[in-house]
Antibody
């Protein structure tokens, strides 16, 4: 059974870089059938898609976050990661990682989610 | 802004059929698939419907999805108390990102 687990600091200072890792178990991140994605949910707000990455390193980023976001993948550790630079209080959210079946973008969806990790931006 | 619009709340009684609407535009729902996610408090969203009307394995057939033009709907028949949750619609947008609705809180009376 595929499982995803987010990990990383729960508290980040303003202007610093938020770094999270998603560890995939029960399946290979190198599968040709899936992308791997990040989504966040600020307190009391709607879900926000951050981006997704293929095992080869091909990426899609949310245009509104693109200048601050970098996704990377480590196939040897079966992990993928999120770096978000220059964070502010507006980046405070629960961050989820998820699996994205490889289909046309017009049929994009996330079928397996991690449990999420809360990140607070505060000094 | 490329977002989807849902009613903030809805309710129903056990056994009843309820529907949740999701309104978008030609840049998303009008030309792309719609997905629905179910989220219980303090837990991760769960895929409920994908490609407008497909159910993942394990999702009861009480849940169904439909799409017409730039709008979509999630229907829940035979409402049960355990269906009380938040429901989000989502769709890919021509601005090259996945967009979500604001969520609808379903209360089972």
């Amino acid at each position: 059974q595929l499982q995803l687990q987010e990990s990383g600091p729960g508290l980040v200072k303003p202007s610093e870089t938020l770094s999270l890792t998603c560890t995939v178990s029960g399946g290979s991140i190198s599968s040709s059938s899936f992308y791997w994605g990040w989504i966040r949910q600020p307190p009391g707000k709607r879900l926000e898609w951050i981006g997704s990455i293929y095992y080869s390193g091909s990426t899609y980023y949310n245009p509104s976050l693109k200048s601050r976001v970098t996704l990377s993948v480590d196939t040897s550790k079966n992990q993928f990661s999120l770096n978000l630079t220059s964070v502010t209080a507006a980046d405070t959210a629960v961050y989820y990682c998820a699996r994205v079946p490889l289909e046309l973008l017009s049929h994009y969806y996330m079928d397996v989610w991690g449990k999420g990790t809360t990140v607070t931006v505060s000094s | 802004q490329s977002v989807l619009t849902q009613p903030p709340s809805t309710s129903g009684t056990p056994g009843q059929r309820v529907t949740i609407s999701c309104s978008g535009s030609s840049s998303n729902i009008g030309s792309k698939s719609v997905n629905w996610y179910q989220q219980f408090p303090a837990t991760a969203p769960k895929l409920l419907i994908y490609r407008n009307n497909q159910r993942p394995s394990g999702v009861p057939d009480r849940f169904s999805g439909s799409k017409s033009g730039t709008s979509a709907s999630l229907a829940i028949s035979g409402l049960q108390s355990e269906d009380e949750a938040d429901y989000y619609c989502a769709s890919w947008d021509d601005s090259l990102k996945e967009v979500f609705g604001g969520g609808t809180r379903l209360t089972v009376l």
